[in-house]
């Protein structure tokens, strides 16, 4: 739509991506700094950290992996590497999410509930749930991805959008890394 | 409603707009636009402005009225108005109105006022028209995302319309939407189910407004054309650029915060809650504090005023150095300043806490910051007055509203620095003196702003004038007006009158306001009549308004005067046009004024 004749440093979709990204960083500060200022007061509780976040911490550090070399093998044009690598990414993610929920039903069997008293734990379901919605954001772009390989008249190379999707993925995934060490470490 | 007016409107639209014939767009051809997709869901950038801008008009419209009939009240408190009634039926009954109906008023008036009316509608207007066309670009970086963002708008807009008419009525926690009142339902009628309409509405005004911010900066930064460096933008446009990166780095904040209030509502979290009893019953939650909310609202709340602000900043410096044919004064420094003003935004927002108890410490640490604003905003307000100084002024409409926002600029920037110092504001707080610093400082000059944006950029959105004549009177009426219902409010503050009272007929002492706070609410309404002038030059002249019969009205510098009279999608027929020059090269070498677009003679004597 956008006329290509005008001089472009870096594409702007790519650029638009990365002032979102400061955008998200800015929800998730606002939310950490939450956190710092009411651990802080009385009445505050603490939660022991479940093991399956360590499980999940694992597979999406793999899908980092996975897409990279998803990347990595569009630039090749190994097509079928390609989408086979797009296709792991997929199940791992989706694999996180489905551990978060656990991770979540193992800390409310353990008495960690939304009402009463305030603490870590309802920091913990609000702060991983909005990080899990924004996986789950990454699955949807990536499932649309997928599909496109196959059906659509989506024939011509052009590596931006998937240049874009791996972005937004180790976006997600640095994200995560740094909401759990908070975790560990503040909590 | 808002669907309805607008649809009509547009369909107006379509008898005179004629489409520029859309040849020689390269890099794209003209797939067959419908009615639909050419005034509904556009991508165009011109046509979104327009919808935004439309749909503001018609909240501020709602959001005036309000404050027009709880004026009403305020300035007679003895009397009944059946109007009353007629408009809110029970929560006015006997044509009085309600008390907690009053909370729901103020809160709506503001909610309307500084979200969807100077913020997306000020900002949504001037950011999706003038961006691409002033820095020469064809769309911007995603006209999908930019359609987006106004139907986000849209939905936000009918939620809140709907909030309106919920039996419990609307949300009436204040703008602010301070818990514990705003977090128990228990607590008021309107902190029902009218505050999760709130929220829920406010939520998708986040995504709005954060879809539209990353495209301004995006198509800022990457699209403009050959030889449009950044420092031969327009101020607009730095204006604008500043407001989006405001309106990305602090709307994510206000939205986490949202998101707690949330779930301290609906699903019995304690962030905001401690220690509450309601009707003699105790409450589960404990260890929250009301103090975080306060702390995540203001850090967007104190960004959002300058968000609001700053576009109007923009326009107003191009408006200026247009009308007075004069080179807009220090270009660099109103950049730094404007950069100064977005960088201390981030670093004054407990100024509105001072007494929420914070350690007098942190307190004198915020006082200083706020005082620093008072630097890049004089050497603003400095440029703007030697820009006209000795200017060949044109006093067209556009130019009066520039200097009329200059003037409250000052005025309400004044009793700014009242507030910023602490000790000072622990006595005016939560008093009228607050109402009155910031309907001046951000409430009337933003609308000042706008206005000038208005009648200034009018004929590019429609080919026609606005009517001069109407303008004037607009023009005079408003500024008196404003002065007149704002700058008493001053004395009522120091007199210690709080904000928030709808009845103050058992307090004594105040009753030496009562013929003052008549007369604020005759001249509101005088203003409202008015208003409703423009708005009916507005739609007249976007019909029959006198034609545009050259490409450039106002013999401006800048590059959206280079597109045809009625520019098609894609803005310019041919190529975009290179740029030369800044775009302020009034009065210079004996000529009138220089395009942008015109390259630098052998023998130029420099700016
Ligand atoms: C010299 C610059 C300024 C200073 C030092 C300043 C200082 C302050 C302070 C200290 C308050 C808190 C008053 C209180 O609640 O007790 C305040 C309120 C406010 N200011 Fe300013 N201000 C300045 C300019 C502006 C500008 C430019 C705008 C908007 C464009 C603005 C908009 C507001 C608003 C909306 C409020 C009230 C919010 C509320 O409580 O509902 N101010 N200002
Ligand atoms: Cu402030």
Known sequence: ?187 | MNNESQSHVQEGAVTHDVHHNGNGHDGHHHHKETFITKYIFSQDHKTIAKQFLITGMIWAIIGALFSVLFRLQLGFPDESFPILETFFGKWAKGGRIAPEFYYALITMHGTILVFFVLTAGLSGTFANLLIPLQVGARDMASPFMNMLSYWFFFLASVVMMSSLFVSTGPASGGWTMYPPLSALGQANLGSRIGTDLWITSMALFVVSSLLGGLNYVATILNMRTKGMSMTRMPLTIWGLFFTAILGILSFPVLLSGFILLLFDRNLGTSFYLSDIYTAGQALPNEGGSPILYQHLFWFLGHPEVYIIILPAMGMVSEIMSVNSRKPIFGYMAMVGSLFAICVLAFLVWAHHMFVSGMNPFMGSVFVLLTLLIAIPSAIKVFNWITTIWRGNIRFTPAMLFSIGFVSLFISGGLTGIWLGNSTIDIHVHDTYFVIAHFHIVMGVSAFFGMFAGVYHWFPKMFGRYLNNTLGYIHFWVTLAGAYLIFWPMHYMGLAGVPRRYLDFSIWKSFNQFNSLNQMISVVTIIVFAVNLMFVFNFFYSMFKGRKLRTQNPWNSASLEWTTPIHPGHGNWAGEIPEVHRWPYDYGKDGRDFIPQTEPIGANESKH
């Open chain 1, 1 to 187: 739509m956008v006329s290509t004749q005008q001089r472009n440093k870096i594409h702007p979709h790519k650029f638009t991506l990365w002032i979102a990204i400061g955008s998200i960083i800015m929800m998730f500060a606002g939310l950490t700094s939450a956190y710092i200022v009411k651990s802080g007061q009385a009445g505050w509780h603490e939660v022991k950290t479940p093991m399956l976040f360590w499980y999940s911490t694992a597979l999406l550090l793999t899908s980092s992996i996975t897409i990279q070399a998803a990347l990595r093998s569009f630039k090749h044009r190994s097509m079928a590497t390609f989408r086979a690598l797009l296709l792991a990414t997929l199940v791992l993610g989706l694999a996180f999410v489905v551990i978060q929920y656990k991770g979540f039903l193992w800390l409310w069997d353990r008495g960690v509930h939304f009402e009463g008293s305030s603490g870590a734990g309802q920091f913990l379901y609000i702060i991983f749930g909005l990080h899990a919605l924004h996986v789950l954001g990454g699955l949807v772009a990536l499932v649309s991805l997928f599909i496109r390989q196959y059906i659509g008249r989506f024939r011509s190379y052009n590596v931006t959008p998937i240049e874009i999707m791996s972005t937004y993925w180790h976006f997600v995934d640095v994200l995560w890394i740094y909401l759990f060490v908070f975790f560990i470490w503040i909590g």
